[in-house]
C-alpha cells in the first residue's frame, strides 16, 4: 500500500487541523493505521492507531479529548482530527500502515508498521 498524508498547515494555539491520509489500493480494510509525529530534535513518537475496522482507537495521552482518528474503508482514507492544538504538536505528521495481526498488540511502536506516508508539517503558533 502507498501512503499519502495532506492536511498539514500553520494555525493558531487553539485552532484545528484535520489530517488525511490516502492510501492507494483495493486492501485498505487490511491494515491497522496510526498517525506518529516528529518534533525537531525529537524521536518520532506515537499518536494514534485505529484497528482495521475502527471499532477500536487509541491515543497518546496528552491528545486524548483533543485529537479524533477516523477511517473509512470506502473511500481508502484516515483522518486525524486535531482540536485545541497547543505549541507543543508542532511536529511532522506521519500516518502508517500494517496488516499483521499479530502486530496490533505492537501499535504504539514505529518499527510495527511497514508502511509509511510522506509527512505533512503542522505548525502550531503560540
Known amino acids: 500500500v502507498q501512503l499519502q498524508a495532506s492536511g498539514g498547515g500553520l494555525v493558531q494555539a487553539g485552532g484545528s487541523l484535520r489530517l488525511s491520509c490516502a492510501a492507494s489500493?483495493?486492501?485498505?480494510?487490511?491494515?491497522?493505521m496510526g498517525w506518529f509525529r516528529q518534533a525537531p530534535g525529537k524521536e518520532r513518537e506515537f499518536v494514534a492507531a485505529?484497528?482495521?475496522?475502527?471499532?477500536?482507537?487509541y491515543y497518546l495521552d496528552s491528545v486524548k479529548g483533543r485529537f479524533t482518528i477516523s477511517r473509512d474503508n470506502a473511500k481508502n482514507t484516515m483522518d486525524l482530527q486535531m482540536n485545541s492544538l497547543e505549541p507543543e504538536d508542532t511536529a511532522v505528521y506521519y500516518c502508517?500502515?500494517?496488516?499483521?495481526?499479530?502486530?496490533?498488540?505492537?501499535?504504539?511502536?514505529?518499527?510495527?508498521?511497514?508502511?509509511w506516508g510522506q509527512g505533512t508539517q503542522v505548525t502550531v503558533s503560540s
Open positions: 502508517a500502515a500494517d496488516r499483521d495481526a499479530v502486530n496490533w498488540p505492537r501499535f504504539r511502536q514505529m518499527t510495527t508498521y511497514d508502511y
Open positions: 489500493g483495493r486492501t485498505f480494510s487490511s491494515y491497522f
Open positions: 485505529i484497528s482495521w475496522s475502527g471499532g477500536s482507537t
